[in-house]
């Protein structure tokens, strides 16, 4: 049973509008949820985080909104650039334990910004 | 290096056959974690080291597989009587902190098991 579901595979924006990934999380023990960036051939690079208390934290150009009640959070990124065309994988934790190490992820949303 | 380094990126066995991956994490993290990511799936947690021991090795799936980190650096996951399911990008992280660092990873190592 997937305890982190995102959606949408993929997701198609042009340059310079909004881009927003969603992510729905079945878990309520979880306390702590982030958003990892993913090239090809690479890595996953961390990109923005939140913790449960609160419901928005802004970076730049990148915004989390979580959506306790709904168990519901969303990434958006304004305005979008060709660079930000990569895999968008949201991930969940419980820090209440005491490490936030064991990341639960889900699939992954396919980001392409069009020129 | 500056980054997390695992090797070998590739590595194409056959059924049954031992296999060992390394991972060289950030200087000076004391914490090292692997995740596996199946193909069209999330990375998925394995094993997490808190120095020369492992702290959870919940995510193992089975006795088959083992991870080692003796000097409490690099570290080596070992996969005995590989099988096609275990076909998969294993990936390595480090943190500084296990209870708020961020997770740094490495590119993985994509294993073909034919």
């Known amino acids: 049973d997937q305890q982190v579901k995102q959606n949408s595979p993929s997701l198609s924006v042009q340059e310079g509008r909004i881009s927003i990934l969603n992510c729905d999380y079945t878990n309520s023990m979880f306390d702590y949820f982030l958003w990892y960036k993913k090239y090809p051939a690479e890595g996953p690079t961390f990109l923005i985080s939140?913790?449960?208390?609160?419901d928005k934290n802004e970076d730049g150009r990148f915004t989390v909104f979580l959506n306790k009640s709904a168990k519901h959070l969303s990434l958006h990124i304004v305005p979008s650039q060709p660079g930000d065309s990569a895999v968008y994988f949201c991930?969940?934790?419980?820090?209440?334990?005491?490490?936030?190490?064991?990341?639960?992820f889900g699939k992954g949303t396919l980001l392409t910004v069009n020129p | 290096g500056a980054g997390v380094s695992q090797t070998p990126s590739n590595k194409v066995t056959e059924k049954g056959k031992y296999v060992e991956l390394r991972c060289d994490p950030i200087s000076g993290h004391t914490a090292l974690y692997w995740y596996r990511q199946s193909l069209g799936q999330g990375p998925e947690f394995l094993i997490y080291?808190?120095?020369?021991?492992?702290?959870?090795d919940s995510g193992l799936p089975n006795d088959r597989f083992f991870a080692v980190r003796p000097e409490g650096s690099v570290s080596t996951l070992k996969i005995q009587r590989t099988e096609r399911g275990d076909s998969a990008v294993y990936l390595c992280a480090s943190s500084s902190d296990s209870h708020t660092g961020e997770l740094f990873f490495g590119e993985g190592s994509r294993l073909t098991v034919l």
């Open positions: 991930a969940a934790t419980t820090r209440a334990r005491g490490s936030n190490y064991k990341l639960t």
């Open positions: 939140i913790s449960s208390i609160k």
């Open positions: 080291f808190q120095g020369t021991g492992a702290a959870d």
